[in-house]
């Protein structure tokens, strides 16, 4: 393909940056990351506690990076800023490899990925997709969030084959390198707007024939939430982060604490990235087909029986916990590609920015919340299948509000055109 080519369809190019984007910054911090639990709650002077401190540490400094990120963009810009976003995953890893001997020293590495992960996870991608797309924008979300379930697909069985063959700081250290290399690469590539390069965001050719996307993304941004109703939908999107990040992040040492193999825990949480990698791009697929409503009643319903299933665990069913994860990691999709297209849809006209930046800041809120608990839980109660059940019924809330949402978004149009 011509440099011409290149550029005209530099929309792609824009999309694999957002991939790598998430599998820099969410994926390796985040999704990949439950597959290190189990060996840093065996290390000295951490424990199951001291485990749960590290990952929320995590959690709290990404949130303190999306309360400053609408700052900070402005300040740099998403180029650079994504790239320093890497920078601090790579800081945070080296400083993992170099302190697993220290409890300090790896709180102080969870600080680094924290702010990576806030300042250039989920937000960066969609601020870069709603600049450079006008159509298929759940699709292109669903693409770009499949970088971090790429990463907890590969990077467990990569981790702990590290670690066995080498050592736990080895495998830290080979994440560190990973996330500088990528880093680099987003940079070279990534450009902020259209504009940059004389173009126009993209929109499908069926669009300009028939204008039909136009009109649907109007309603899509124009759709506003009751003022009654907010509070409520952030608090769904505060459970949405307590599962999906809490959830993810608690995986492998429930299942090596209910009497699986660090082996059988590996494959496990690999099976989960590989359903959520297929799962964020069938969601955007989904969405954009069937509508938001729709895909999220299919996706919740996977979520709940998923987490339903890994409530189960004590059993010690292989195969139960492997249906268990299968549907968990479908379920996943919607702390991605759902919120990001939840902020989109549901935002008011020219404070597009501020709901996803307050969607995200909900998202991070719950991932900390159910960081931090866990540990204690399980000091408490002697076992995680507690954390698990407290899911579960914050699921099951959050698809109610967000749904009950979305119909009674419906039943006001339709009371619209009736009168």
Not at 48 to 67: D, E, P, Q
């Amino acid at each position: 393909m011509s440099t011409g080519a290149i550029k005209r369809h530099y929309e792609k190019v824009i999309a694999a940056c957002c991939f790598l984007i998430l599998f820099t910054n969410v994926g390796l911090p985040s999704t990949s990351f439950s597959v290190f639990q189990p060996y840093l709650v065996d290390l000295p002077g951490v424990g199951n506690t001291g485990g749960s401190i590290i990952i929320s540490v995590r959690t709290f400094m990404s949130l303190i990076g999306m309360l400053v990120v609408g700052r900070y963009y402005d300040l740099l810009n998403c180029r650079i800023g994504a790239f320093l976003a890497s920078l601090c995953v790579c800081a945070g890893f080296f400083l993992y490899s170099q302190n697993t001997g220290s409890f300090i020293g790896l709180c102080a590495g969870s600080v680094f990925t924290g702010l990576g992960y806030g300042l250039g996870g989920m937000i960066a991608s969609t601020m870069l997709i709603n600049r450079w797309f006008r159509s298929n924008v759940a699709t292109v979300a669903g693409i770009a969030a499949v970088g971090s379930g790429v990463a907890a697909v590969i990077l467990p069985n990569v981790a702990v084959a590290l670690i066995g063959t080498y050592s736990l700081s080895a495998a830290f250290l080979f994440e560190s390198v990973l996330a500088l290399a990528l880093g680099v690469l987003v940079f070279l590539l990534l450009r902020n707007y259209p504009r940059d390069l004389g173009l126009e965001p993209y929109e499908a050719p069926e669009g300009k024939k028939t204008g039909k996307p136009g009109r649907a993304r109007a309603a899509r941004r124009n759709r506003n939430v009751p003022e009654k109703l907010a509070p409520l939908v952030l608090v769904a999107m505060t459970f949405v982060g307590c599962i999906s990040v809490g959830g993810t992040s608690y995986l492998a040492v429930l299942f090596t604490s209910e009497g699986f193999s660090a082996e059988g825990a590996a494959a496990l949480v690999a099976l989960c990235g590989g359903c959520l990698t297929v799962a964020k791009l069938a969601s955007g697929v989904v969405f954009d087909r069937v509508g938001t409503k729709r895909g999220s009643m299919i996706f919740f319903a996977l979520f709940i029986g998923g987490t339903l299933l890994l409530c189960l665990s004590d059993m010690g069913n292989v195969g139960l916990a492997g249906v268990g994860v299968f549907l968990y990691g479908l379920g996943l999709s919607l702390g991605t590609v759902g919120i990001s297209v939840w902020s989109i849809e549901l935002a008011p006209k020219g404070r597009e920015a501020k709901t996803i930046k307050n969607f995200q800041l909900c998202y991070a809120l719950g991932g900390f919340i159910f960081t931090f608990l866990p540990g204690f839980l399980a000091e408490a109660f002697g076992t995680y299948l507690v954390t698990y059940v407290i899911l579960l019924v914050m699921i099951a809330f959050a698809a109610v509000v967000v749904v009950g949402v979305y119909l009674l978004g419906d039943r006001r149009v339709s009371d619209s055109i009736r009168s």
